[in-house]
């Protein structure tokens, strides 16, 4: 079984802290904690890929590959969790 787990993107606000986190050479302020513990639960024998929106892209090459996708995010990251799920 192929998952893959996507965390949507922060808007570019105050709390996003996208532009200072040029300073410290990070791309992202958090790792998306939520579905790396459910990830943690799933069957050792699945395979697992975590596409973080935050650093980079999701393709359709990672759609493909996975038979479940699973989204996990806040409020705030409702509107790019919304662009993500529409294709699917």
């Known amino acids: 079984m192929n998952v893959l787990l996507i965390y949507p993107e922060f808007p570019d606000t105050f709390w996003s802290f996208k532009h200072a986190l040029n300073f410290v ?3 992202a302020s958090s790792p ?8 943690a639960m799933l069957p050792a024998d699945w395979s697992l890929r975590l596409v973080d ?7 359709e090459v990672d759609l493909a590959w996975a038979d479940y996708a699973f989204v996990s995010g806040m409020a705030v990251q409702r509107e790019s969790a919304r662009q993500i799920i529409a294709p699917l």
């Not at 998306?32 to 990830?39: C, E, S």
């Not at 929106?53 to 393709?59: K, Q, W, Y």
Request: proline fraction near 6%; avoid cysteine.
């Open 32 to 39: 998306p904690l939520g579905l790396l513990t459910v990830a």
């Open 25 to 27: 050479r990070k791309r």
């Open 53 to 59: 929106a935050n650093v980079t892209r999701l393709t």
